[in-house]
């Protein structure tokens, strides 16, 4: 038996908007913040979602719905441009479809850790404007992505100074196991996705790949941005420790 998207996202907004949350959102983006998630709920509820799907979609929300009012608490202001304006041939405006989009995303997500930081990501979006809508589709596609470890490796080396990580990958790979060899394929896949970039070499013109020396690691530009807009540094820190001392010396 399914579980309308519209009832779900629906309880969400009664329990936010309406309750404390509301407040904080206030007269400005209440009203904006309702209909947005409205209309996102009517559209999801179309498909046939299961009661788990149902859930994890309410649950992305109400975390969307709590960064929003966060955000508005820090005194930050949800943005100007087009985002919220629907587009006159679609009747959709950039903001319905990066919504939509995260939703969807949400419902097929089965490592559920990741629920927080698919609403910190849309709801953040809602207030950077240098963020266009290419560029909001792009971080939500690497986002849906990467495995909620690979999430973890990124607020890792966003805070490496934190840990003793090895400048010795060679004696890394004698001393893990086979299973702990996989953190590598997924650090490995973070460089070629341009989101992890070593010190010592260029992306130009040689394998992405390149050197895996946990030391030498660190955010792009691209990994930067991500790790901030889904507030990736909100992960237990024995999360990021328990993958910290596989690359520590």
Same mark, same amino acid.
């Given at each position: ?74 005194n930050l202001q949800l943005r100007t441009d087009n985002f919220f304006i629907k587009d006159k041939i679609t009747e959709r405006s950039v903001a319905d479809e990066i919504l939509e989009g995260t939703l969807l995303a949400a419902k097929n997500e089965y490592e559920e850790k990741k629920l927080k930081y698919y609403g910190n990501l849309v709801a953040n979006i809602a207030f950077h404007s240098e963020i266009d809508h290419y560029? %909001? /589709?792009?971080? $939500?596609?690497? @986002? ?9 490796? &990124?607020? =890792? ?41 070593? %010190? /010592?070499?260029? $992306?130009?013109? @040689? ?9 030498? &690691?660190? =955010? ?30």
């Amino acid at each position: 038996m399914s579980e309308s998207a519209n009832t779900v996202v629906g309880a969400v907004i009664g329990g936010c908007i309406a309750g404390p949350i509301g407040a904080g959102v206030g007269a400005v983006g209440g009203k904006l913040v309702e209909d947005l998630f409205t209309r996102a709920g009517m559209e999801i509820d179309k498909r046939y979602l299961s009661h788990r799907e149902s859930a994890r979609i309410g649950i992305a929300a109400a975390y969307a719905i709590t960064r929003i009012d966060i955000n508005q608490k820090s005194n930050l202001q949800l943005r100007t441009d087009n985002f919220f304006i629907k587009d006159k041939i679609t009747e959709r405006s950039v903001a319905d479809e990066i919504l939509e989009g995260t939703l969807l995303a949400a419902k097929n997500e089965y490592e559920e850790k990741k629920l927080k930081y698919y609403g910190n990501l849309v709801a953040n979006i809602a207030f950077h404007s240098e963020i266009d809508h290419y560029h %909001s /589709n792009y971080l $939500l596609r690497i @986002g849906e992505r990467l495995s909620y470890r690979q999430l973890c490796i &990124l607020d =890792l080396f966003k805070f490496k100074s934190h840990y003793q990580l090895s400048q010795n990958v060679s004696f890394l790979f004698k001393k893990l196991t086979q299973n702990e060899m996989v953190i590598f394929r997924e650090i490995e896949e973070l460089k070629i996705l341009n989101l992890l970039g070593s %010190s /010592n070499e260029s $992306l130009m013109g @040689g394998n992405a790949a390149g050197n895996l020396t946990p030391a030498l &690691l660190e =955010l792009t530009e691209t990994g930067k941005v991500l790790h901030s807009l889904m507030n990736l540094d909100e992960i237990d820190k024995f999360e990021i420790d328990s993958i910290a001392v596989k690359l520590e010396i």
